[in-house]
């Protein structure tokens, strides 16, 4: 008798858990048609096994279903528009210096210091070629000026004609949003740039929000911890609302109750996987 | 390919010569029984928290004698099961985004008769400690696939089977906790023998696997499960 007991617990303690399945919704209130659209940080994020800012880190996250991907954006000496994040290249590859002061072909070999793979550096042209139907995408470029040259203007239009070629060459004028200073990106629609731009750094993020009114900027910039009354108050004014800084689960549900328009995160998997947008046929390499 | 068989080859011809050299060194104890059903721990989470796989993992193992038994190991449920958007033209201004919605889902199951030689017990007592084993898995799955493109308010439907048979190798590890529970890890590596998909499907490879080749014709599963034990 005993024993029956036993086994018809352990009976309903299975059925138990087959009725604990659960399907996650969101109601979310946004300017994208109530969408938010997936950026993964660098890639695929911080604790891929390839670096961010490079192919093996980019394609996967657009493989699983990401909307596009932050990148970060640096200039060499002849205007090659190259993905990095730190000032130096000693801190990550096998070459030396700044990508400001080299020429394309003198850091085209450079390898990213992992001990099991060689990784080479990316250019945004050689990236975008890679990719299939690539309007389909979005590409957040963080612009990394090189801090000795910030203040000259010229090396400033250099780097934005830059972005206006690959913009031409590859229709992605709509698809490319400019993160950038208030005064950067006001030089850039200057020089006939059409991107979306997003205002970030500009102090207080109030500050960043008055300059999206003032200037007509399309988004703003903060980071996830930004408070739900300033992504709602952006909204009230037209503004969308780019998050940063999602490096887990948490920061991806935090981003997805505070209604943002664009996150990018360190975590697209979870995300993607919460909303649906998960693409289970790729196979991550 | 060769280097598989020739792998299950050496484990299955030592089981044999180990289990003719010890089969008299257990005495039986109060302490054994006869049967174990056990549930997979791994795919019980998996039923909780991922959207996208809903299986129930279930075994029986009997015990022949003191070394060896036999276990039929049964998984079913959604291998995949999951709904996919994606959306096209974020900023420009329309009522509704554009978009693609692919709507999956692959039911089956798979059941894997093996025979099971322990070839360390603990404290002597029968269907605990270290096993190796061989074993058969069939599986079965039925794919529906519906593709929706809103771009052009299409939708593609695709159904068909697919089935496999498949033999392999099991390593396992038991523990016998208060004469009753166990705990049972595992880990097996198959090889395809033939398969067979209907409709001019896709082969669907192995779905319960933590590793598959790149072809499919060799593929890795990895339990842990809890089981109750029972019978004298």
Known sequence: ??????????????????????????????????????????????????????????????GIGADGTEIDIQMTKDSVLVLYHSDLLDTRTTCTGKISEKYWYEIKDCKYNLTWALVPLCTVDSLFELIDNINDYYFSFDIKLDGEMADNEEYKKTFLRAILAI???????????IEGEKDFLLLGRSLGLTNKECVVRAGPIEKSIEYAVEYNFF???????????????????????????????????????????????????????????YDYEYQIP | MHKVLFIIAILLSSLLYSQSQQVDTIQNSDTLRKNIIKFRIISTIELINNVNRQIIGLEYEHKLNN????????????????????????????????????????????????????????????????????????YFYKKNYDYFD???????????NSQQFSLGAVLGLQFLIKNRITIDVSSSLFLKLFSFTSNNGDEIYSKNSFWVSDNGNLWAVYRVKLGYAFGK
Not at chain 1, 168 to 174: A, G, H, V, W
Not at chain 2, 117 to 135: E, Q, T
Request: glycine share 6%.
């Open chain 2, 150 to 160: 809103s771009r052009t308010n299409i939708t593609t439907k695709t159904n068909y």
């Open chain 1, 1 to 62: 008798m005993k024993n029956k007991i036993h086994n018809i617990l352990f009976i309903i303690f299975l059925f138990v858990l087959i009725s604990c399945n659960k399907e996650n919704k969101y109601e979310i209130d946004n300017l994208n048609h109530n969408t938010i659209m997936i950026l993964g940080h660098r890639g695929m994020g911080e604790l891929y096994k390839y670096p961010g800012n490079t192919a093996e880190a980019i394609l996967p996250v657009i």
């Open chain 1, 219 to 277: 988004c703003v910039g903060a980071e996830t911890s930004v408070p739900k009354s300033v992504v709602k108050d952006a909204h009230n004014k037209g503004i969308r609302f780019m998050v940063w800084n999602a490096k887990n689960n948490i920061g991806n549900l935090e981003a997805i109750d505070k209604n943002v328009d664009i996150i990018q995160t360190d975590a697209p998997i979870h995300i993607l996987q919460q909303l649906n947008r």
């Open chain 1, 167 to 177: 913009d031409d060459k590859y229709n992605m004028s709509e698809n490319i949003i």
């Open chain 2, 67 to 138: 070394i060896t038994s036999l276990v039929l190991d049964f998984d079913i449920g959604y291998f995949d099961k999951y709904v996919y958007y994606k959306y096209y033209n974020f900023f420009t201004l329309v009522d509704e985004l554009p978009y693609i919605k692919k709507t999956v889902t692959t039911k089956g199951f798979h059941i894997a008769p093996n025979y099971k030689y322990y070839f360390y017990n603990f404290n002597h007592i029968s269907l605990s400690g270290f096993s190796i084993g061989s074993a058969i898995d069939y």
